[in-house]
């Protein structure tokens, strides 16, 4: 895994995970890999590992199973909102960056459907 020194790392490792989990690599109820696993995986070290899945089971994203390890929620509303979460964000950070180049609404929206048309395009 490639990380983003602007951001920190174990922040980066929940996302990677919560990407996971939302596209369904990782399904409801499944097991995780251990802490030395996914450090291994990422390429992280196992104290920054374990405090991203610190974080996630605060979030109750991830459940842990004493002396079995740390499995996805099997809450499927909880996916769902950590879905709808995660692409409202990427969504907020593209309009702000687009605002920024001093895009009114309209245009931002025309933008979008311009691309997603022409990626359309592009994959037929």
């Not at 790392?9 to 929940?14: A, F, L, T």
């Not at 907020?92 to 009114?104: F, P, R, V």
Request: no cysteine; hydrophobic share 40%; glycine share 4%.
């Amino acid at each position: 895994m490639k990380f983003d020194d602007k951001i920190p790392i174990y922040i980066q490792i929940k996302n990677y995970l919560y990407r996971r989990i939302i596209t369904g690599d990782l399904q409801p109820g499944e097991k995780l890999p251990s802490v030395r696993q996914l450090a291994v995986d990422v390429t992280a070290n196992v104290n920054t590992v374990q405090r991203a899945l610190s974080e996630m089971l605060a979030n109750k994203v991830i459940e842990s199973q004493r002396g079995k390890g740390n499995f996805v929620t099997a809450d499927e509303e909880m996916i769902s909102n950590l879905k709808a979460e995660v692409v409202h964000k990427q969504i907020s950070i593209a309009y702000e960056e687009l605002h920024s180049l001093k895009l009114t609404d309209e245009e931002i929206i025309k933008e979008f459907q311009q691309y997603i048309h022409d990626r359309s395009a592009q994959n037929a």
